[in-house]
């Protein structure tokens, strides 16, 4: 087994990122995370060089190594078969960890009176990025209070959001 090298010359079209449709591959991936009894919490995916698709699972009481292992043995045999990104990525499986993202309903009716860290795709007069306890939360938008102003913010508009644990 001999080693090969790596070139990487800029330009090159195989190193570069290109979109990836993130709801597409939500939708894929839900069921059949669903069919063997874990949550689909959030991915990672991109596409080029350094191609990467990070899934993010949970399930009551906790998400274990051995969760994690069976998750990639069988969606990655799923993947193999589906097909859903352009050339070579590293799958990974993980569990949300402690500042765990937020990105549907029940995940933010879930985490009521935490504090959370929500950052935006647009600003909203004239600001991006919100910290402060998670007060309300519906089918379509939440209430943040920030420093006694409470803030109404539309899930649709929310690039990112996370639990924040300590200071």
Known sequence: MGLEPIFLLFGDAS??????????LIDLL?????????????LDARTG?????????????AVTLADCELVSEQIG????????????????????GIERRLRTAA????????EI???????????????GRLCDAGAGAIAVDVDGTVW???LADIADARL????
């Open 15 to 24: 190193i570069v990122s290109q979109s990836v449709d993130k709801q597409a």
């Open 30 to 42: 839900e069921p059949p995370l669903q069919a063997l009894g874990f949550e689909l919490v959030d």
């Open 49 to 61: 060089g350094r191609g990467l698709l990070r899934i993010y699972i949970d399930r009551e009481p």
């Open 77 to 96: 045999a799923f993947l193999d078969v589906e097909d859903p990104l352009p050339g070579h990525y590293v799958f990974e499986v993980s569990s949300p």
């Open 107 to 114: 995940h933010f009716e879930r985490f009521l009176d935490d």
């Open 117 to 131: 860290r929500v950052e935006l795709s647009k600003p909203r007069d004239g600001r991006r990025r919100f910290r």
């Open 152 to 154: 109404r913010l539309s």
């Open 164 to 167: 924040v644990i300590g200071k």
